[in-house]
């Protein structure tokens, strides 16, 4: 049982939001379709120890949901036209053809981030529903704390069933309106497939293969926005990378210890593209090309030692005038330890980000500082802040290299 309850969870975690995003596009409510996913899943811990994994788990779970809405739909003692029409056109479907559809998904990013609920509340609800990430991965990602996050999902989904807010893909007028958020929630997805943020994988190329994927899709929708096409730079750049960020174990690498032969040329090149296509709509480089380009600046570099950290400088000032906020400030600072005589003013600027507390949950502070602190050849300081980073860290994987870091350094002096 407990070999199939993990086999459930790594299906739902590839499968639930297709199977929720088609069910919300049935029922036209995304509450109800949570629920009915749920009770499928429910059915499958009870039904496939006998009968075992279906080929398509996916069309199993909706094809059991769907038959649940029928008939709960039927046994109702007052059903209204609606639901007639509903369950007759789904008794009408033909139950072996479903396969997940990509406008499904990208309909429940839209409607999860309607303008009727607050930008944060968007924002987590669509992380919880559309990427499948739990109250804690979420919290990391957005630096709250888990109990507020697991308030704004409740009410968001409270909100858009007061407000009746319909499962389709909004009017074209609209998407503007909508378009920051649904960027957002992208970028966000994204960050959590490059790096998790728990869990015992350091990557989740599924998350990111997904944001990826939306991406495009969003920019055939929309060519002529330039954020579009600067977020899906940034995402095929840093993409390309991933043959190179973990090691035969599984463990990570470091930007500087990576073999750039493993690095994607094909990507890196679609990436340039999309950058350049930002460039040439002529309305200036916003937070997601600018971040872009200082992955094209990584991605370009010959080696870690000929990187142009001058410009990423420059590129993490522009950033910083658009976007301020203590992440860019402390990946400047990683920057800046690159460039001559840097070194120490960079730790001073991470000094004065941990005594604002704003990253207090974040283990990049520590981490970050303690990788400073080894290049000045204090080892001790390095050693407990690679403690500190660890207690924080969230992914086990990453959590236990921090602390073999700290065990491979000897005591020593400041």
């Known amino acids: 049982m407990d070999d199939l309850a993990a086999t459930l969870d790594a299906v739902w975690r590839i499968e639930g939001p297709r199977v929720v995003a088609t069910l919300a596009r049935m029922t036209g409510d995304l509450s109800e379709a949570e629920d009915l996913a749920q009770d499928a899943v429910a059915e499958a811990l009870r039904v496939w120890p006998e009968s075992g994994v279906p080929r398509n788990p996916g069309a199993w779970l909706t094809t059991v949901a769907r038959r649940r809405a029928v008939d709960g739909w039927r ?18 479907d033909d139950d072996t053809a479903w396969a997940p559809i990509e406008d499904d998904l990208l309909r429940l990013v839209f409607t999860a981030c309607h ?25 990391r990602l957005l630096l709250s704390s888990v109990p507020a996050v697991q308030q704004r999902i409740v009410r968001a989904k409270r909100t858009l069933s007061e407000a009746r807010v319909p499962f389709e893909e909004p009017d074209h007028t609209e998407w503007s309106a909508r378009l920051s958020a649904v960027l957002t929630v992208i970028y966000l997805l994204y960050t959590e497939g490059y790096a998790a943020s728990a869990g015992d994988r350091w990557v989740r190329r599924d998350l990111a293969q997904e944001a990826l994927r939306l991406g495009r899709v969003v920019g055939r929708l929309l060519p002529g926005e330039p954020e579009i096409h600067g977020l899906v730079s940034l995402m095929e750049l840093q993409s390309s990378r991933f043959a190179a960020r973990t090691d035969r174990h599984g463990d990570p690498v470091t930007l500087a210890e990576q073999d750039r032969r493993l690095w994607d ?35 370009t570099a010959p080696s870690f030692a ?17 976007v301020p906020g203590p992440v860019v400030r402390l990946n400047r600072a990683a920057a800046l330890s690159m460039t001559e005589g840097g070194l120490e003013p960079a730790l001073a600027e991470i000094d004065r980000i941990d005594a604002e507390g704003s990253l207090s949950r974040s283990h990049l502070v520590a981490s970050t500082r303690a990788d400073l602190l080894l290049r000045l050849g204090r080892t001790a300081e390095a050693r407990g802040q690679f403690i500190a980073a660890a207690e924080l860290a969230g992914n086990d994987l990453e959590r236990a290299w921090l602390q073999a870091r700290a065990a491979s350094l000897e005591f020593g002096s400041s």
């Open 115 to 139: 303008p009727v609920l607050a930008r944060e509340a968007q924002v987590a609800l669509t992380l919880r529903v559309v990427a499948g990430l739990s109250t804690t991965e979420i919290a």
């Open 75 to 92: 046994r109702r003692a007052a059903l209204d036209e609606r639901h007639h029409a509903m369950a007759h056109q789904l008794e009408q």
């Open 306 to 322: 000929a990187t142009d950290w001058e410009r990423i400088l420059v590129l993490y000032d522009a950033l910083s005038a658009l």
């Open 265 to 299: 040329r094909t990507q890196i090149a679609r990436g340039i593209a999309a950058l350049e296509r930002v460039d040439e709509l002529g309305r200036g480089r916003g937070p997601y090309a600018l971040q872009a380009a200082i992955a094209a600046c990584h991605a």
